[in-house]
């Protein structure tokens, strides 16, 4: 599962194989917690991360929401830039 982000010790990864995935969402990893966001909310939909870090990953994931789905789409791997 390739990175296409890092900041403040989280780690964006998402798949690049749909065949098991439905609707459009990337991973998180953050020291031992996980989640999994969808592309279009921005939603935690499975996972523990802490509040701050889902907070993070929110305003991240909104701000780069039209790139994200693009990944997805096209299954080309892009690094994306960390949040500011």
């Known amino acids: 599962?390739?990175?296409?982000?890092?900041?403040?010790?989280?780690?964006?990864k998402m798949y690049?194989?749909?065949v098991e995935h439905n609707h459009p969402h990337f991973h998180v990893i953050y020291g031992e917690y996980?989640?999994?966001?969808t592309i279009e909310t921005c939603e935690m939909i499975e996972g523990d991360l802490?509040?701050?870090a889902q907070?993070?990953?929110k305003e991240w994931g909104r701000k780069?929401?039209?790139e994200l789905l693009e990944i997805?789409?096209?299954q080309k791997f892009i690094q994306l830039p960390p949040l500011e």
Request: no cysteine; glycine share 6%.
């Open 1 to 12: 599962m390739p990175v296409i982000a890092r900041f403040y010790g989280l780690i964006i």
């Open 16 to 18: 690049f194989q749909q």
């Open 34 to 37: 996980t989640g999994v966001f």
């Open 50 to 52: 802490p509040q701050k």
């Open 55 to 57: 907070s993070m990953i």
């Open 64 to 66: 780069y929401k039209a």
């Open 72 to 74: 997805w789409k096209t």
